[in-house]
């Protein structure tokens, strides 16, 4: 069975995998060089590493060992592919988890696409109906900065879950610094959502519930849109369907501020830079704008007045895809 495909464990409520949260967002660009720039000078993160032989680089402040991925798509892991996502990334909380919950779907007849040894983390991968790839990982490292920063050559060793001893620590930091960039326009506190256009809303919806674990906060596989997310009770993941106009692939990365204040100096700033906004929004729960990266792919800056999701039930498609 593919890890895209309707399952009856969906439909009886059990799941494979348990995610925390969201933990990050990778996307595929033209020009990882320039894109490093962007993110860092607009969109206000650090530089965590890079690793130049497969044009791939790696952005945080702290929150945790990347909020967001670049992987070139001349270079070999973006494999000629045009500018947008090249996966969500789901955190366990142990690799504990990650090996039994990977044995769990295997023994169900659950495919996935690939493994990973990413020295800091341990991942598994997989495709939703629309050929969206996901990730689930867990960190086997606390101190991340210490083992990734600058330039990383080593390459990566084959590996599968049990293929060494799982590490029982939850190495992600539940209280982290995070750091300010200065100088930067806008200042993240973290990436917190992504939502996704879906041409195979019903069947993306039961992998992400079913083999992903997340849960569902608003809607259901029937209704027009959904969002869901992992244990700490977050909105990580909105769900719509293609129709009128809407493009399938990624629509947004959303990215927490510091605050509505500190909102209004970014505008500020980026009025006088020459960066245009696509879209500014102001609603009662939700305040924030939608800006494009260099590649046109689109980011939402945003404060929540009211962090519930009770908005959302009531609202239409076209504004639950500002509050997701």
């Known amino acids: 069975m593919n890890a895209n495909a309707t399952t009856s464990q969906g439909r009886d409520g059990q799941t494979f995998f348990q995610p925390r949260r969201l933990g990050h967002v990778n996307l595929v660009v033209d020009d990882v060089d320039r894109s490093m720039d962007f993110y860092m000078q607009v969109v206000g993160f650090e530089e965590a590493y890079r ?3 497969v044009k791939a680089g790696f952005l945080s402040n702290g929150n945790t060992h990347h909020d967001i ?4 798509s001349s270079g070999p892991l ?7 996502l090249n996966h969500t990334a789901f955190e366990l909380e142990t690799e504990v988890d990650l090996v039994a919950d990977y044995d769990r779907a295997i023994s169900s007849g659950i495919e996935f696409d690939r493994t990973s040894d990413h020295d800091i983390a341990h991942a598994v991968y997989g495709l939703d109906a629309d ?8 960190d086997v490292i606390r101190e991340w900065r210490q083992a990734r920063h600058g330039v990383v050559t080593k390459p990566k060793p084959n590996w599968t879950p049990g293929s060494t001893p799982p590490n029982s620590e ?5 209280d982290p610094e995070i750091r300010r960039v200065k100088d930067a326009i806008f200042h993240p506190l973290r990436t917190t959502h992504a ?9 993306a919806f039961e992998t992400y519930c079913t083999v992903v674990g997340l849960s569902p906060i608003v809607g259901d596989a029937d209704s027009a849109f959904a969002v869901l997310g992992g244990t700490c009770g977050e909105r990580n993941l909105g769900l719509f369907r293609a129709r009128d106009g809407r493009v399938p692939g990624l629509h947004h990365v959303g990215l927490q501020v510091w605050g509505e204040s500190d909102l209004n ?21 939700r305040r924030g704008v939608f800006l494009k990266d260099p590649d046109g792919i689109r980011l939402q800056f945003y404060v929540d007045r009211d962090p519930g999701a009770e908005a959302l039930r009531h609202c239409d498609e076209e504004t639950a895809l500002f509050l997701v």
């Open 195 to 203: 939502v996704l256009v879906l041409e195979n809303f019903e069947r």
């Open 69 to 72: 991925g670049l992987v070139e």
């Open 78 to 84: 973006g494999q000629g592919r045009p500018a947008g």
């Open 170 to 174: 939850r190495n992600y930091h539940r």
């Open 131 to 138: 050929g969206n790839q996901y990730e689930v990982y867990a």
């Open 265 to 285: 100096e970014s505008l500020k700033r980026l009025a006088s830079t020459g960066h245009e906004i696509e879209a500014e929004f102001d609603y009662p729960t």
């Open 51 to 53: 690793r130049p032989q």
